[in-house]
């Protein structure tokens, strides 16, 4: 179905205005935001002249990722809201949004063109952040490797896993709106070879919906990514086929009742056929830096829907989960990206996961 081809440049006559063009001088970051979300090959992408770009992908109907890449990532951002690539029909209609457009694209052939010289993967220094562990395995980390402080390096960091000294690989992102292809132009530095690569877009399908109804939610909690979410679940067996989040509010878990079992404050468990993995987190802003439980919740999520978050969970430095009071799950990670012209800016990488049983109500 996607098309990919590498050729010699259209003669002038041929090519249309551009209704976008954007580059960057390192993909690395793009790639990054694009391979968290890179579970399924059929993505949604939406281009908008304010904002940038927003890349969806969907599973079984009940697992919506999506990749926010702001316009600020990028060195050029030219969005030309004048050029509008529609029919006539198309124009007069009252939901046309000059200002944006949006196509499906393979996206596992759009993450191979980025890669096309092999500078667009993380380094292979991603791999020593799963050394540092909150829960302690015989082959971890030993504590000599602790910074002088006694705390462990922030090794989530994205900028851990691109090498400073290796080559980079630029791009200059065209699209000339629908029916046209998505053009990138790529270079190895300044003086290596340059390719283009043109993808193949089709038209958009509804995506799939799961709104997040802010007014309706039962658990709120922020933490560090990699020593108190991604060090969790690690420990998870992966022959475990679900997993289940439980929290209480912190009122019922301080008024409890010598004699009567202890209500955790937030507990992932993973239950599988060899049996289960619990992990308590205590009412700590070290651990949790924002927890608020309106009701006591208790609902399960298919092991493998929740193991898709691992990349994006990676790269990312803080995850904010949010469980809505019917069950839906949210998973947000913050990924800072450096500006162009200095300082950093931060994307998100957004999960949203249907529950398929409910516990609530079980003790």
């Not at 090498?163 to 000339?176: D, H, I, P, V």
């Not at 399908?205 to 939610?217: C, K, R, S």
């Not at 019922?252 to 599988?272: C, E, H, N, W, Y």
Request: contains cysteine.
């Amino acid at each position: 179905m996607s098309q990919l081809m590498s050729q010699p440049e259209p003669s002038q006559s041929d090519k249309a205005k551009p209704l976008l063009t954007a580059s960057v001088h390192d993909v690395r970051y793009f790639a990054s935001l694009l391979r968290g979300i890179g579970f399924s090959n059929q993505a949604s992408m939406r281009f908008t002249a304010g904002s940038g770009i927003t890349v969806t992908v969907e599973e079984a109907r009940t697992l919506l990722a999506t990749s926010y890449i702001y316009a600020d990532h990028f060195d050029e951002w030219a969005f030309d809201v004048d050029n509008p690539q529609a029919a006539p029909s198309q124009l007069s209609a009252p939901d046309f949004d000059r200002h944006a457009t949006s196509f499906e694209i393979p996206l596992n052939t759009l993450l191979e063109c980025l890669n096309i010289f092999g500078t667009a993967n993380m380094s292979s220094s991603s791999s020593t952040g799963s050394k540092h562990k909150q829960w302690r395995r015989a082959d971890d980390a030993s504590d000599d490797e602790r910074g002088d402080d006694g705390r462990r390096p922030n090794v989530n960091r994205i900028d851990q896993h691109f090498g400073g000294n290796e080559k980079r690989t630029s791009m200059r992102l065209t699209y000339a709106g629908p029916g046209y292809p998505l053009t990138l132009v790529l270079a190895e530095d300044s003086s290596g070879p340059t390719t283009t690569c043109e993808i193949s877009t089709f038209d958009s399908e509804p995506n799939l919906e799961l709104p997040f109804d802010a007014e309706q939610t039962a658990l709120k909690i922020i933490f560090k990514s990699s020593f108190w979410l991604r060090d969790a679940l690690s420990e998870l067996d992966p022959s475990c086929d679900k997993i289940t989040l439980i929290a209480n509010p912190v009122a019922d878990v301080q008024s409890m009742q010598r004699g009567v079992p202890a209500k955790p404050l937030f507990r992932i468990q993973g239950t599988g056929a060899f049996g289960s993995t619990e992990m308590d987190y205590p009412n700590d802003r070290e651990v949790l830096e924002t927890f608020e439980c309106s009701r006591s919740v208790c609902f399960s999520y298919r092991y493998a829907h929740i193991s898709r978050t691992l990349r994006a969970l990676q790269n990312s430095t803080k995850t904010s989960l949010r469980l809505e009071q019917e069950g839906l799950l949210s998973l947000q990670f913050l990924v800072p990206v450096p500006r162009p012209r200095g300082g950093m800016s931060d994307s998100f990488i957004e999960f949203r996961v249907r529950f398929f049983f409910s516990c609530e109500g079980r003790g």
